[in-house]
């Protein structure tokens, strides 16, 4: 099935998308080819002039298991649609629309729900593995379904088009998440309002871009109407993360970082690294998704990678790193609309100070903000906290009841 070019009040963008798909080097045919392409380090030109416009779209499926067993009653659309990356240049980005087949809401609320880790592989976006039943996030995201929220899921700069995945880069995934709304919005094929009620979602990676789009949202995208934000487990401080995060079960995303950041700050990390630490870096970045990396390099060790035997932990603190470092930091913007936080005690991966850290700082600068603690035990299982506290907190949000604080 050919991606169907967008007509109506977004027919000059999906003209402009012809031609910045052609100076990409990929065609608009299915989500799978676009999953597939090669990597180029080109840029597109000729993009629509609004970040968010549609350039195209196609018919999906979204499948809760692998055997393609049970299938979600709700129409899919994979979408292809303008953003701006960190240094500010217009790029094309992917992602997938969901619309519930019913909803009690006369002006149907938009999630954007931002994923968590990945990977950084092209088929490992969550455009695909919501087709082929294999998104870990499958359920959260029915769950918003369920309630009678459209969602909307991105995947990312890099994922499912040409370059690296930029991980963990604050800006270029705040923007993915808030033109994913935009994009939701214009697109002719789903009847969403193009001014409705709008909510932010997400949980460890998920979590930092939903609270990257709450602190950009004032200023890069003002006229969404967000009720709302639930952001699960941030890796808000990467000094704090990475310090934990090396040498532990979860060292392969202390290597995502390092590919994605070098990709977005056009850092070249192959002089770190020694022959073994490349062909690692190399395996992780193109064809491993979170989980298979996972168990191939369990407890990976960025020491062992590197041409001197440091771990890279140590260069965060020297340049060019401790400026990045610095300009990754969450909390030094204030989100406009409500934040329910949530975090467990127990976490292994991101530790709950960073969370409280996180939410202090939002205080301070006069923000809502719920801190929501708990003491589910691991950072893959407490992502049921944030579900269980983020959807009655979310509906209530949708009613326009007063949010609560612990400020």
């Not at 299938?71 to 659309?77: F, I, L, N, R, T």
């Not at 729900?113 to 919501?130: E, F, H, M, N, W």
């Not at 995201?141 to 969602?151: F, M, S, T």
């Not at 202090?360 to 906290?385: L, M, Q, S, Y």
Request: glycine share 10%; net charge neutral.
């Amino acid at each position: 099935m050919p991606f169907r070019r967008t007509l109506g009040r977004r027919a000059a963008a999906a003209v402009a998308a012809t031609a910045a798909t052609a100076t990409l080097g990929f065609p608009l045919t299915s989500g799978e080819a676009i999953a597939t392409q090669p990597r180029s380090p080109w840029q597109p030109t000729g993009l629509p002039a609004e970040n968010g416009d549609v350039l195209s779209s196609e018919p999906g499926v979204f499948y809760l298991d692998p055997l393609k067993a049970i299938k979600v009653d709700a129409s899919v659309h994979r979408i292809m649609y303008r953003t701006t990356d960190r240094a500010g240049k217009a790029i094309a980005v992917t992602g997938t629309v969901l619309n519930p087949a019913t909803s009690p809401y006369r002006q149907r609320p938009i999630v954007a729900l931002a994923p968590g880790t990945q990977g950084l592989a092209d088929k490992c976006a969550p455009s695909r593995q919501l087709a082929e039943g294999t998104e870990y996030e499958a359920l959260p995201i029915k769950k918003l379904l369920d309630q009678g929220y459209a969602v909307v899921v991105t995947d990312y700069q890099g994922l499912g088009t040409p370059g690296v995945h930029t991980y963990m880069a604050r800006e270029a995934q705040g923007r993915t998440v808030l033109d994913s709304v935009r994009a939701a919005q214009r697109l002719d094929a789903v009847d969403l309002p193009d001014a409705g009620p709008v909510a932010l979602y997400g949980y460890s990676q998920g979590g930092g871009a939903t609270a990257s789009a709450a602190e950009l949202a004032p200023t890069y995208a003002p006229e969404l109407k967000i009720k709302g934000a639930v952001v699960g487990a941030p890796p808000a401080d990467m000094n704090e993360v990475a310090a934990g995060m090396d040498g532990s079960a979860y060292g392969a995303f202390f290597n995502y970082s390092l590919s994605g950041l070098s990709t977005a700050y056009g850092i070249d990390i192959d002089p770190y690294l020694n022959a073994h630490g490349k062909r690692v870096t190399a395996d992780l970045r193109d064809n491993l998704c979170t989980t298979q990396a996972l168990a191939k390099y369990p407890f990976l060790n960025s020491r062992f990678l590197t041409v001197d035997g440091r771990p890279l932990t140590e260069r965060l603190t020297r340049a060019p790193w401790a400026a990045i470092v610095a300009d990754l930091r969450l909390g030094n913007r204030k989100p406009t609309a409500p934040v329910l936080l949530s975090h467990s005690a127990l976490d292994d991966v991101v530790p709950q100070q960073v969370g409280k850290n996180l939410a202090d700082d939002w205080c301070r600068r006069g923000a809502t903000v719920r801190f929501a603690g708990n003491h589910i035990p691991g950072h893959i299982a407490a992502t049921e906290g944030t579900s269980a506290e983020g959807l009655p907190w979310l509906k209530d949000r949708f009613a326009d009841k007063t949010a609560p604080s612990t400020c």
